[in-house]
């Protein structure tokens, strides 16, 4: 057989063992292959906004990941565990680049959770509109200041303390609070129709050549 073409069909098959969701997210011409660290970031602090909002986040997170077929990039608790320190934010940061397939199944699953989750966001974005209308602090509303309380703890067990940023918002609880919040306007942001998509490009805003 010609070698050429073994070559493109071995590329053919490769990219029929791609999951078809991916297809739902368009591919960007990057100066450099892979994620920035900044979206790395970004997402990482998307799926752990989520984890505060529902116990046993990680593992919907998973169980996601089997239902959208998935599997093939995220196998396991401890490779979710692995894509997640890509985040230079992370104690336990591995220096490695998300690359553009485990980015766009993250994604994926962080707007299929935050469409199963609507109603509490929206909820928790009404609280918060209400207790400043009244100049009350945001962890008198119950159900906001426990999300709030889980944000706060998972970014204090999780994050490193030595790097800058950080030690700003673990020195600030009313900085850390905003950045919570500002997370959960994200998640709304991401169940609408183009809720994936528009948080797809956002992550490369100002990277795509």
Request: hydrophobic content about 40%.
């Given at each position: 057989?010609?070698?050429?073409?073994?070559?493109?069909?071995?590329s053919t098959s490769n990219q029929s063992k791609k999951p078809f969701i991916l297809s739902n997210?368009?591919?960007?011409?990057?100066?450099?292959?892979?994620?920035?660290?900044?979206?790395?970031?970004?997402?990482?602090?998307?799926?752990?906004?989520?984890?505060?909002?529902?116990?046993?986040?990680?593992?919907?997170?998973?169980?996601?990941?089997?239902?959208?077929?998935?599997?093939?990039?995220?196998?396991?608790?401890?490779?979710?565990?692995?894509?997640?320190?890509?985040?230079?934010?992370?104690?336990?940061?591995?220096?490695?680049?998300?690359?553009?397939?485990?980015?766009?199944?993250?994604?994926?699953?962080?707007?299929?959770?935050?469409?199963?989750?609507?109603?509490?966001?929206?909820?928790?974005?009404?609280?918060?509109?209400?207790?400043?209308?009244?100049?009350?602090?945001?962890?008198?509303?119950?159900?906001?200041?426990?999300?709030?309380?889980?944000?706060?703890?998972?970014?204090?067990?999780?994050?490193?303390?030595?790097?800058?940023?950080?030690?700003?918002?673990?020195?600030?609880?009313?900085?850390?609070?905003?950045?919570?919040?500002?997370?959960?306007?994200?998640?709304?942001?991401?169940?609408?129709?183009?809720?994936?998509?528009?948080?797809?490009?956002?992550?490369?805003?100002?990277?795509?050549?």
């Amino acid at each position: 057989m010609n070698p050429s073409l073994d070559i493109m069909l071995d590329s053919t098959s490769n990219q029929s063992k791609k999951p078809f969701i991916l297809s739902n997210l368009p591919d960007f011409s990057l100066s450099d292959p892979g994620c920035s660290l900044r979206s790395a970031q970004q997402l990482d602090l998307i799926l752990l906004a989520l984890e505060a909002l529902e116990l046993g986040g990680s593992e919907y997170m998973l169980s996601l990941a089997e239902q959208l077929e998935l599997k093939d990039i995220i196998k396991n608790r401890l490779i979710l565990w692995r894509l997640r320190c890509t985040n230079p934010w992370r104690r336990s940061y591995n220096r490695e680049r998300l690359t553009i397939d485990q980015a766009k199944a993250l994604v994926i699953i962080a707007s299929y959770l935050s469409k199963q989750l609507t109603v509490l966001i929206r909820q928790l974005l009404t609280a918060e509109e209400q207790m400043r209308a009244k100049q009350l602090p945001l962890d008198y509303h119950f159900r906001l200041g426990e999300y709030l309380e889980r944000f706060r703890s998972h970014f204090t067990s999780r994050m490193n303390p030595r790097r800058s940023k950080v030690a700003i918002y673990l020195t600030s609880p009313d900085q850390l609070n905003e950045l919570a919040l500002s997370l959960l306007n994200q998640l709304l942001f991401c169940t609408g129709t183009m809720g994936m998509k528009r948080l797809w490009f956002s992550l490369f805003d100002g990277e795509v050549v």
